[in-house]
T-cell receptor, first 112, second 111 residues
């Protein structure tokens, strides 16, 4: 079974731009979660989608948004990029909770 | 407020010895716990999990212990191997898919 895939793997943007990241979950997984990883902060939960609905949301500003499509693929969008948004963005998929989350390789976003 | 804490940023262990990684949590409602291993430039890889109805779960060289009264979780790796060198994250959830992660412990296994 193919794992979680994320595109693109690397991205360089400038302040004020917006960016869209994509995640394809493991086949059969309908829950997709997004995390931000920065040095010293561990993985910070952004949001979780299940069956195209956002079920959980972390403590991030409204510039961070997401959506999920009927095939369970998910996108995350960050608008008006700031330098502090530079991070590794990870997507994880799982079966209904409680269940193990399986992570993709991440998208490394650099904001200049 | 960090609900899951890994107070040791790094740990060095000789090959063949036991590695013990620790994790503390504050939310007594957490009922599902996971450990992940992460190499640079890769996503975290699931290692082992434990639910709150158990106090121990074993999978090969990896054993996770849960002490609910102390709100403490530990991962034991025996024997440690150089390939185990990575960053280890613990995570916890409360009957949902919203997981809270610790900040990670970087394990170095010295050959």
């Amino acid at each position: 079974k193919a794992g979680v895939t994320q595109t693109p793997r690397y991205l360089i943007k400038t302040r004020g731009q917006q960016v869209t990241l994509s995640c394809s979950p493991i086949s059969g997984h309908r829950s997709v979660s997004w995390y931000q990883q920065t040095p010293g902060q561990g993985l910070q939960f952004l949001f979780e989608y299940f069956s195209e609905t956002q079920r959980n949301k972390g403590n991030f500003p409204g510039r961070f948004s997401g959506r999920q499509f009927s095939n369970s693929r998910s996108e995350m969008n960050v608008s008006t990029l700031e330098l502090g948004d530079s991070a590794l963005y990870l997507c994880a998929s799982s079966l209904p909770p409680p269940d193990t989350q399986y992570f993709g390789p991440g998208t490394r976003l650099t904001v200049l | 407020d960090q609900q899951v804490k890994q107070n040791s940023p790094s740990l060095s262990v000789q090959e063949g010895r036991i590695s013990i990684l620790n994790c503390d949590y504050t939310n007594s409602m957490f009922d599902y716990f996971l450990w992940y291993k992460k190499y640079p430039a890769e996503g975290p890889t699931f290692l082992i999990s434990i639910s709150s109805i158990k106090d121990k779960n074993e999978d090969g060289r990896f054993t996770v212990f849960l002490n609910k009264s102390a709100k403490h979780l530990s991962l034991h790796i025996v024997p440690s191997q150089p390939g185990d060198s990575a960053v280890y994250f613990c995570a916890a959830s409360e009957a949902s898919n919203q997981f809270y992660f610790g900040t990670g412990t970087s394990l170095t296994v010295i050959p």
